[in-house]
């Protein structure tokens, strides 16, 4: 946000006051002079001290857009990251189900192969050299099972803790940056509300001004 060009604070207001060899008044002249001279003053010294406050939050606004900017380029590259990870997810939850379709076929192997061994159990003729044989690819069917079960545990415990941290950064950053709206709106309402007595002063400085040289000119 641009600044405004900031006010040239005056270091006094006696300038504005003529000379005493210019002030032809009376008593009441003269006092009436300083009241006005010590009033605006003050008001000066109001005014000054309002500018400065201003451009001070003024900073702090600045500083928290930028930081509000800097938060939106991160759930940004948030929001990339989390797509990419969202379709690895999904790269994995494919690999996971064609995991536990191999995982049911087998088992459906498995129980085949349980069967055929209890029909050459009682097969007394090819029970020794077909039960090796079965016993071995059952063996096999039943290690490649429990891999595939193993992987496939993996595989759901690494997404569900990888949407887990995700969904909980997600929230974190969201929160972090609606308070920072908030801020930055009570700034606003504060510099609106400055800026509305900056310029009742300013009306206020006029009208002491006039009524100083009105003064003048009646004396």
Known sequence: EEKMSKPVVRDSVEEDVPAPEDNVGSGDSEAQTRVLKATLRIMQEELDQLSCEYYKRDDE??????????????????QKTTKIQQTLIEKHRVLAEESAKKSDGLQLQVSALQEEIENLN???????AVHNTVEVRLNRALEEVEKLRSELEKTKKVNKDQISKELQSKENLLAEIKMLKKQKSEIIVGFKKQLKLNDILERQKMHLEAAKLLSFTED
Request: net charge positive; proline share 0%.
């Open 61 to 78: 606004n600045v500083k928290l857009s930028a930081k509000l900017k800097e938060l939106e380029e991160d759930r940004a590259r948030m």
């Open 122 to 128: 009682r097969s007394q003729k090819q029970a020794a």
